[in-house]
């Protein structure tokens, strides 16, 4: 339980970061949101790389960095391929905020996809 919260802690400022970062884009570069999502999702997956790494899962500083950010670049293709796909599909078919589309799909895959993954492939 308690890597489980350290991990919604360390998603949440990698979100507050994703969200930052694709709002800018869009609202004031005019970028088109599902690039700017793409872009926001890497910005998020730096820093919660970092956040993870660093204080959640404490013990993976001992294991190869070099393969853990492998590890982790997989977990997030697969991350940013859900996250595009699920905003895309909220903002096109049920007409939602690209925004309000982006809160659902970081929440869903917070909750599931990335904490699991984090945990079992990661930083183990």
Do not use: P
């Not at 088109?32 to 500083?61: C, D, E, M, P």
């Amino acid at each position: 339980m308690h890597h489980f919260l350290k991990t919604q802690v360390a998603l949440i400022a990698g979100s507050m970061a994703d969200f930052a970062m694709t709002f800018l884009l869009v609202e004031a570069f005019h970028c088109w949101y599902i690039a700017a999502n793409a872009a926001g999702n890497v910005t998020g997956a730096l820093a919660q790389f970092l956040l993870s790494r660093n204080w959640v899962f404490t013990q993976s500083k001992q294991q190869n960095t070099s393969l853990q950010v492998i590890k982790f670049i997989l977990m997030w293709i697969g991350n940013i391929a859900l996250a595009t796909l699920g905003v895309f599909l909220l903002t096109n078919f049920l007409h939602l905020h690209y925004l309000i589309s982006k809160l659902i799909i970081s929440i869903l895959l917070g909750l599931s996809y990335t904490y699991f993954v984090s945990k079992k492939f990661v930083f183990v």
